[in-house]
């Protein structure tokens, strides 16, 4: 079965400083990879896709960058938080068809910029 | 713009009625549509999707509806139980690629 991983779970963080969140897929070989975010009463909305290693998308522009230095990992990060940066961040994998497929999202990580 | 709207933020369901959540959209080049439900603290999980050369896909008691003209598709969901009370979320994109975008939800409450 495939498990989907992030972290940290949580955290709080200062406006200016750097911010590393990451995530991994165990159980599945050669996913499509998705950040999404969600400020606090807002819109899910997906940030950056990746359909292999070293290859993102990015969807919507954030001041946020996004690699994937592994096939099983993504790793989304920026030098300098902003406040609006809050809120929530989801991973998510698909299988790799080509197209739209269903997506499995990960448990979320909740940032707090302050 | 939102481009994928839903226009109802709560819903109140009778148990054993019919829970209808409806999502519009804006994108022509959508080909792809899907529900997703989500209860608090918990992440999204797919309930049923279907691609624009359907109408109508059926799953136990979730039906979705696709009206390509009309750009909307709904959610029903027969026999609703309290159980069924949690947000929905409608989401589409494009066929071709991985690009998806949500709505905003709808928090259905199914009451006893």
């Known amino acids: 079965a495939q498990t989907i991983h992030q972290w940290p779970v949580a955290e709080i963080k200062a406006v200016g400083s750097p911010l590393s969140l990451g995530c991994t897929i165990k159980?599945?070989?050669?996913?499509?990879l998705y950040w999404y975010w969600q400020a606090t009463g807002g819109t899910l909305q997906q940030l950056f896709y990746?359909?292999?290693?070293?290859?993102v998308e990015s969807v919507v522009q954030l001041n946020l960058s996004a690699s994937r230095p592994k096939d099983d990992q993504f790793i989304l990060s920026t030098e300098k938080l902003l406040l609006s940066h809050s809120g929530f961040y989801l991973c998510?994998?698909?299988?790799?068809?080509?197209?739209?497929?269903?997506?499995?999202f990960g448990p979320g990580t909740r940032l707090l910029v302050l | 713009g939102q481009q994928v709207k839903q226009s109802s933020p709560s819903l109140t369901v009778q148990e054993g009625g019919i829970s209808i959540l409806n999502c519009d959209y804006e994108?022509?080049?959508?080909?792809?549509f899907a529900w997703y439900k989500k209860y608090p603290d918990n992440s999204p999980t797919l309930l049923i999707s279907?691609?624009?050369?359907?109408d109508k896909r059926e799953d136990g008691r979730l039906t979705v509806f696709l009206n390509k003209s009309g750009k909307h598709f709904s959610l029903h969901i027969t026999a609703s139980q309290p159980e069924d009370t949690a947000v929905y979320l409608c989401?589409?994109?494009?066929?071709?690629?991985?690009?998806?975008?949500f709505g905003q939800g709808t928090v259905l409450s199914v009451i006893p």
């Open positions: 998510a994998w698909s299988r790799r068809t080509g197209g739209q497929d269903t997506q499995y």
């Open positions: 159980g599945k070989s050669s996913p499509n």
């Open positions: 990746s359909i292999t290693v070293g290859q």
């Open positions: 994108n022509d080049m959508f080909d792809y």
């Open positions: 279907v691609r624009s050369n359907v």
């Open positions: 989401a589409a994109g494009p066929g071709g690629n991985n690009k998806l975008t």
